[in-house]
């Protein structure tokens, strides 16, 4: 029979840190964590296997798990000498996800269950304090009222400042016991109003409720949208962690924190956290109330009052600290850890790799490196080539004029602009429709997670550096400035107000994440220096990589931003960017127009010169490198006017009348212009357009080899093949105008011609059109379309659902489809190599940038990948990662 249920605690471990995949990051890490022999409250997991077998079922348990299950409460009233459901002495739990990474806030947890009408006397007796026996109870409802009944959590949360209110009181604190029974009584009402029965009395009744909703929580929105962000596949499913509940809310020598064994935000080799006294988790994370540091250090750096835990809890601080000491030896790494005192007695609640910052992944890996912890391979494989695109924008001008109206906590550094917003859907629909927002909440929850991804920067009026929104925005890679409780933020009415100053919705704002300013209006930025740990960071990849990296880059500021971050050559250059320039295209526009080839040509002498001195400005930066470049790609009908109003001013700038432009418009326009008359076809039409392009990069090549002294390396791109016979007569033309060139110069340099693999035809026909091509460039965007029939501009409209049902693990546009179109790529290039072994391979789509499309190309043995300048650095740290992971 399978085994569903893994006990950890009391001297019992059935796991470890191995079996992530089973337990979930939580729980293999709790049972490791009792393993080694830290103070670990005891419990049981329930593993993914059951969560996937959950669903299957119709979302049923089967009765051998209620049996192991059983055997896990067995376990943990054993070692507490408590029992679930006992009115004197009654054992109480907290139920959580644990998925196999982490997911932080998108999972549903519940505290304090088994607590009744019956089990509260007994905890208050047995704990001497009935005030907290009565707060944990009112935690409880509230908490469960959320999660497994799904009644609105603004209505308990309004009935507790009532409360207060009543009471004159300011903090949840000063509510009395009677107070909190008051409470109690008033949200059972609640639930029996919303839900239509009673609050559950039966604490086995609340036990399966729970897990359900942990389960039930993996296909949550939120958690959706999380995974699709980070790329976490659906069908991994969450663990349940069932364990007995400790308490941080039991008086002044009580407490509960989360904490960093190094600053998450920096990677300084500092402890970094955040604590209070008298609560429980949730107060910290959901940013409820503010919490203290965690060192005396950090609370004399911010100023701050309230005294640090190392110096309100010396003893239990010092042994925390040797806990972080034991963890980050044991894992290798920087840990994120939850915590809780009771009485004065540390438990360990949860261990997990830490979230970072891109500055602070680099530092920690470098570091752990330099201390021998880790190897540099490990350093080079713990940092996410993504997470670099945070490094690699500009930040705030230091010189610009800053109106600061608040300051906050520096909860997730970076600096963004953008309009002001209030709520997650409209950040997310004004992002989409190509706006920069920042997103201001009072604090944040999980349902804002596709508000938060949509924004470029988040500000909170409460929560620390710990809270969901810090987090969850250190993840992303958003800046995010948190708790800055001056602020007063009406969501409803689309305002927020600080001192004197308010705030509407649609009006421009800046936030400093690194520092935790907040000021109006758009603050001027410079670009970011890149030195120190990401030069050696990367220094160490580039001497493991096999894959060389190019960029895609068509402008001088492209490549000379490609080449400072290392880009090995231009993978592709698109040269019908160039035409549309304001100062050519009515020269483009006259060519198109021409009736016969002398038009044409005469259009094109005006050409010439602009795109000899287009190629000469990119060979002159990639002096030495290779520079691919793709001849004229688009239908030529894109080039012409579409609306009424601009007819005119073309018919005036290109000499023909209106009637003539319409008529040759309709004569060009396609029902599907992207397997149209484009690419080779207009070639093979025209042949005179790709003789004047190739005569301008062989002119523009030897001019700049004349001034520098060093040849550049043209690859002359022939785009949208699909036969040999195309690229036979395309490679004629280029030869020709080659040696025409030459002969005029009385010079000659190496080129090559070669084509895009870009439709499944020439994939399959690749031994044949290797015969004649050099190199083949696979351009996966338009292979993507054509292989799926999906047309990547309309795709967004499915493709969501499709990856949410499993149709496609991954936005096939995005990263490679490896079943379909990466098949097509390793018959090209298979096919291709028997005929010609030194053909050279490459990919310069979008996938160019993906570490999972790197890691694929890796796999197939292509020469070289080439993405968009700014993620050059990613494929460089991706295809060190894709070496070494297949080494």
Same mark, same amino acid.
């Given at each position: 029979?399978?085994?569903?249920?893994?006990?950890?605690?009391?001297?019992?471990?059935?796991?470890?840190?191995?079996?992530?995949?089973?337990?979930?990051?939580?729980?293999?890490?709790?049972?490791?964590?009792?393993?080694?022999?830290?103070?670990?409250?005891?419990?049981?997991?329930?593993?993914?296997?059951?969560?996937?077998?959950?669903?299957?079922?119709?979302?049923?348990?089967?009765?051998?798990?209620?049996?192991?299950?059983?055997?896990?409460?067995?376990?943990?009233?054993?070692?507490?000498?408590?029992?679930?459901?006992?009115?004197?002495?009654?054992?109480?739990?907290?139920?959580?996800?644990?998925?196999?990474?982490?997911?932080?806030?998108?999972?549903?947890?519940?505290?304090?269950?088994?607590?009744?009408?019956?089990?509260?006397?007994?905890?208050?007796?047995?704990?001497?304090?009935?005030?907290?026996?009565?707060?944990?109870?009112?935690?409880?409802?509230?908490?469960?009222?959320?999660?497994?009944?799904?009644?609105?959590?603004?209505?308990?949360?309004?009935?507790?400042?009532?409360?207060?209110?009543?009471?004159?009181?300011?903090?949840?604190?000063?509510?009395?016991?009677?107070?909190?029974?008051?409470?109690? @009584?008033?949200?059972?009402?609640?639930?029996?109003?919303?839900?239509?029965?009673?609050?559950?009395?039966?604490?086995?009744?609340?036990?399966?409720?729970?897990?359900?909703?942990?389960?039930?929580?993996?296909?949550?929105?939120?958690?959706?949208?999380?995974?699709?962000?980070?790329?976490?596949?659906?069908?991994? @499913?969450?663990?349940?962690?069932?364990?007995?509940?400790?308490?941080?809310?039991?008086?002044?020598?009580?407490?509960?924190?989360?904490?960093?064994?190094?600053?998450?935000?920096?990677?300084?080799?500092?402890?970094?956290?955040?604590?209070?006294?008298?609560?429980?988790?949730?107060?910290?994370?959901?940013?409820?109330?503010?919490?203290?540091?965690?060192?005396?250090?950090?609370?004399?750096?911010?100023?701050?009052?309230?005294?640090?835990?190392?110096?309100?809890?010396?003893?239990?601080?010092?042994?925390?600290?040797?806990?972080?000491?034991?963890?980050?030896?044991?894992?290798?790494?920087?840990?994120?850890?939850?915590?809780?005192?009771?009485?004065?007695?540390?438990?360990?609640?949860?261990?997990?790799?830490?979230?970072?910052?891109?500055?602070?992944?680099?530092?920690?890996?470098?570091?752990?490196?330099?201390?021998?912890?880790?190897?540099?391979?490990?350093?080079?494989?713990?940092?996410?080539?993504?997470?670099?695109?945070?490094?690699?924008?500009?930040?705030?001008?230091?010189?610009?004029?800053?109106?600061?109206?608040?300051?906050?906590?520096?909860?997730?550094?970076?600096?963004?602009?953008?309009?002001?917003?209030?709520?997650?859907?409209?950040?997310?629909?004004?992002?989409?429709?190509?706006?920069?927002?920042?997103?201001?909440?009072?604090?944040?929850?999980?349902?804002?997670?596709?508000?938060?991804?949509?924004?470029?920067?988040?500000?909170?009026?409460?929560?620390?550096?710990?809270?969901?929104?810090?987090?969850?925005?250190?993840?992303?890679?958003?800046?995010?400035?948190?708790?800055?409780?001056?602020?007063?933020?009406?969501?409803?009415?689309?305002?927020?107000?600080?001192?004197?100053?308010?705030?509407?919705?649609?009006?421009?704002?800046?936030?400093?994440?690194?520092?935790?300013?907040?000021?109006?209006?758009?603050?001027?930025?410079?670009?970011?220096?890149?030195?120190?740990?990401?030069?050696?960071?990367?220094?160490?990849?580039?001497?493991?990589?096999?894959?060389?990296?190019?960029?895609?880059?068509?402008?001088?500021?492209?490549?000379?931003?490609?080449?400072?971050?290392?880009?090995?050559?231009?993978?592709?250059?698109?040269?019908?960017?160039?035409?549309?320039?304001?100062?050519?295209?009515?020269?483009?526009?006259?060519?198109?127009?021409?009736?016969?080839?002398?038009?044409?040509?005469?259009?094109?002498?005006?050409?010439?010169?602009?795109?000899?001195?287009?190629?000469?400005?990119?060979?002159?930066?990639?002096?030495?490198?290779?520079?691919?470049?793709?001849?004229?790609?688009?239908?030529?009908?894109?080039?012409?006017?579409?609306?009424?109003?601009?007819?005119?001013?073309?018919?005036?700038?290109?000499?023909?009348?209106?009637?003539?432009?319409?008529?040759?418009?309709?004569?060009?326009?396609?029902?599907?212009?992207?397997?149209?008359?484009?690419?080779?076809?207009?070639?093979?039409?025209?042949?005179?357009?790709?003789?004047?392009?190739?005569?301008?990069?062989?002119?523009?090549?030897?001019?700049?080899?004349?001034?520098?002294?060093?040849?550049?390396?043209?690859?002359?791109?022939?785009?949208?093949?699909?036969?040999?016979?195309?690229?036979?007569?395309?490679?004629?033309?280029?030869?020709?105008?080659?040696?025409?060139?030459?002969?005029?110069?009385?010079?000659?340099?190496?080129?090559?011609?070669?084509?895009?693999?870009?439709?499944?035809?020439?994939?399959?026909?690749?031994?044949?059109?290797?015969?004649?091509?050099?190199?083949?460039?696979?351009?996966?965007?338009?292979?993507?379309?054509?292989?799926?029939?999906?047309?990547?501009?309309?795709?967004?409209?499915?493709?969501?659902?499709?990856?949410?049902?499993?149709?496609?693990?991954?936005?096939?546009?995005?990263?490679?489809?490896?079943?379909?179109?990466?098949?097509?790529?390793?018959?090209?290039?298979?096919?291709?190599?028997?005929?010609?072994?030194?053909?050279?391979?490459?990919?310069?789509?979008?996938? @160019?940038?993906?570490?999972?499309?790197?890691?694929?190309?890796?796999?197939?043995?292509?020469?070289?990948?080439?993405?968009?300048?700014?993620?050059?650095?990613?494929?460089?740290?991706?295809?060190?990662?894709?070496?070494?992971?297949?080494?």
């Amino acid at each position: 029979m399978t085994q569903y249920v893994y006990r950890f605690g009391g001297g019992v471990s059935d796991g470890g840190k191995g079996d992530k995949n089973l337990l979930g990051g939580k729980g293999a890490n709790l049972a490791e964590m009792a393993s080694i022999g830290l103070p670990v409250p005891p419990g049981f997991t329930i593993s993914t296997a059951m969560c996937t077998r959950y669903y299957e079922e119709g979302e049923r348990f089967p009765d051998s798990l209620r049996d192991e299950v059983a055997t896990g409460i067995a376990h943990i009233e054993g070692v507490t000498a408590k029992t679930f459901g006992d009115p004197a002495n009654p054992l109480l739990v907290s139920v959580r996800s644990g998925a196999r990474v982490s997911m932080p806030g998108m999972m549903d947890t519940v505290l304090n269950l088994g607590l009744n009408d019956a089990t509260v006397e007994g905890l208050a007796t047995g704990s001497g304090d009935e005030r907290f026996a009565w707060d944990s109870y009112r935690r409880f409802i509230q908490m469960y009222a959320d999660v497994v009944l799904e009644l609105d959590h603004g209505a308990f949360e309004e009935a507790l400042e009532v409360a207060k209110e009543d009471n004159g009181y300011y903090l949840d604190t000063e509510l009395t016991a009677a107070d909190l029974k008051a409470l109690v @009584g008033e949200y059972k009402s609640l639930v029996e109003q919303a839900w239509g029965k009673p609050f559950p009395q039966d604490v086995h009744d609340q036990l399966w409720g729970a897990v359900a909703a942990v389960f039930g929580s993996w296909n949550a929105d939120r958690a959706k949208v999380y995974r699709r962000i980070n790329d976490i596949s659906g069908s991994w @499913g969450t663990a349940v962690n069932v364990q007995a509940m400790v308490f941080g809310n039991m008086g002044d020598t009580s407490a509960t924190g989360v904490a960093f064994t190094r600053d998450p935000s920096t990677g300084d080799n500092a402890y970094y956290g955040e604590f209070l006294i008298n609560a429980q988790g949730e107060d910290v994370v959901a940013g409820i109330r503010t919490p203290q540091y965690l060192t005396k250090a950090a609370r004399e750096e911010a100023g701050a009052k309230p005294a640090s835990m190392e110096e309100a809890m010396p003893e239990v601080y010092a042994q925390l600290a040797g806990v972080f000491d034991t963890l980050e030896r044991h894992y290798r790494d920087m840990q994120d850890i939850e915590f809780t005192v009771e009485k004065t007695q540390l438990w360990m609640l949860q261990t997990r790799t830490g979230k970072r910052t891109a500055k602070a992944a680099l530092r920690i890996a470098v570091d752990m490196a330099s201390e021998g912890l880790i190897t540099r391979e490990e350093a080079i494989l713990r940092v996410d080539p993504m997470a670099l695109d945070q490094l690699l924008h500009p930040t705030l001008d230091p010189a610009a004029v800053r109106d600061v109206i608040a300051k906050g906590l520096p909860a997730s550094p970076g600096a963004a602009s953008g309009t002001v917003v209030f709520d997650a859907d409209t950040a997310e629909k004004r992002a989409a429709a190509g706006e920069a927002v920042i997103l201001v909440r009072t604090e944040t929850s999980p349902e804002d997670i596709h508000g938060m991804h949509a924004a470029k920067g988040i500000l909170t009026a409460r929560g620390g550096m710990t809270s969901h929104a810090a987090v969850v925005a250190r993840g992303m890679g958003r800046p995010c400035v948190s708790g800055a409780g001056t602020l007063s933020i009406d969501a409803k009415a689309k305002v927020m107000r600080v001192g004197d100053r308010s705030v509407k919705e649609g009006d421009m704002l800046t936030i400093d994440g690194s520092t935790g300013e907040v000021m109006a209006g758009q603050v001027a930025t410079v670009n970011p220096e890149l030195s120190g740990d990401f030069t050696t960071l990367m220094a160490w990849a580039d001497g493991v990589r096999r894959l060389r990296v190019r960029a895609n880059a068509e402008t001088p500021l492209d490549c000379r931003t490609a080449r400072d971050f290392g880009a090995e050559g231009v993978g592709l250059c698109r040269t019908e960017h160039m035409f549309f320039d304001a100062a050519r295209i009515t020269a483009v526009r006259q060519m198109i127009l021409a009736t016969d080839e002398a038009g044409r040509r005469a259009a094109l002498a005006k050409l010439l010169p602009e795109q000899r001195a287009d190629f000469a400005a990119i060979f002159a930066i990639m002096t030495g490198l290779p520079v691919t470049i793709r001849l004229l790609d688009p239908p030529l009908h894109e080039f012409l006017p579409h609306a009424e109003a601009d007819f005119a001013d073309v018919a005036t700038a290109t000499g023909v009348d209106i009637d003539t432009l319409k008529r040759r418009a309709a004569e060009l326009h396609e029902f599907n212009p992207m397997l149209g008359h484009r690419g080779c076809r207009l070639g093979v039409t025209y042949p005179e357009i790709y003789e004047t392009q190739a005569r301008a990069i062989f002119e523009a090549a030897i001019d700049v080899a004349e001034q520098s002294g060093a040849a550049p390396i043209p690859e002359v791109m022939i785009p949208l093949v699909a036969t040999k016979r195309e690229l036979d007569l395309m490679k004629v033309v280029v030869d020709k105008a080659a040696r025409a060139v030459f002969a005029e110069r009385g010079r000659e340099i190496d080129y090559l011609v070669g084509t895009m693999i870009e439709l499944p035809r020439a994939a399959l026909r690749a031994g044949a059109i290797a015969e004649t091509a050099d190199f083949f460039s696979f351009g996966t965007n338009d292979l993507t379309q054509t292989t799926l029939g999906v047309s990547r501009d309309d795709a967004a409209r499915f493709l969501g659902t499709y990856v949410d049902q499993g149709i496609y693990e991954r936005d096939p546009f995005v990263s490679i489809d490896v079943e379909g179109v990466g098949e097509l790529i390793e018959i090209a290039a298979q096919r291709g190599r028997q005929t010609r072994p030194d053909i050279k391979l490459g990919i310069c789509g979008e996938h @160019g940038g993906d570490p999972a499309s790197i890691a694929f190309c890796e796999q197939v043995g292509l020469d070289y990948v080439s993405a968009s300048p700014y993620r050059v650095p990613i494929a460089r740290l991706a295809a060190a990662q894709a070496a070494l992971r297949k080494a």
